[in-house]
């Protein structure tokens, strides 16, 4: 069932602009209430699943300051431009975070990150027949490659050690995916 939507948009307002988002002030009406409501904007990203010719999966480990601690993800970053395909994203954060390259990326599942403030969207891919490369790390990054096995991961994730919610959902799917292929 369709329904109609019920947020009606009076006023958007920038409040902050950064290299990766856009927050704004929205000025809604909600069932004739009007309200204001946070909004991040975000041009997209992607996330890639690299699989080693022995089926492991590698991932990348690095310090995120919003959270304080290191953590274990999928290489991933945001689009150039917002029109750049995202499997071509997938390809560029591939090599630059791990020094690996595919000519064989597959897309596997697309998410949002955070829907109720943020519009988020990542394209996930899985690439296999790695070709080693070089890293081209930004200036700021430090990043440790890592390769580990799927059931390894399932486990950090359901023992809560693992929470990105795109490597998550990537590595769920993924799994599932290749479990239903046997």
Known sequence: MIMDIPVKLMKRTKAYEGTVLKVYDDEVEVKGIHAHWDFIHHDGAAAVVPVADDGRIMMVRQY??????????????????????????????????????????????????????????????????????????????????????????????YSGEMTDSKTVAAILAYKNKTEKNQ
């Open 64 to 157: 995120r300051h919003a959270l304080g601690r290191y953590t274990l993800e999928l290489p991933a970053g945001k689009v150039d431009s917002p029109d750049e395909p995202k499997i071509e994203c997938a390809r560029r954060e591939l090599e630059e975070e791990t020094g690996y390259r595919s000519d064989n990326l597959e897309h596997l599942i697309d998410i949002n990150t955070t829907v109720a403030f943020c519009d988020e969207f990542i394209g996930i891919f899985v690439a296999r027949d790695l070709v080693k490369t070089h890293q081209n790390l930004d200036e700021d990054e430090e990043i440790d490659v890592q390769l580990w096995e799927v059931d390894k991961l399932v486990e950090k994730i």
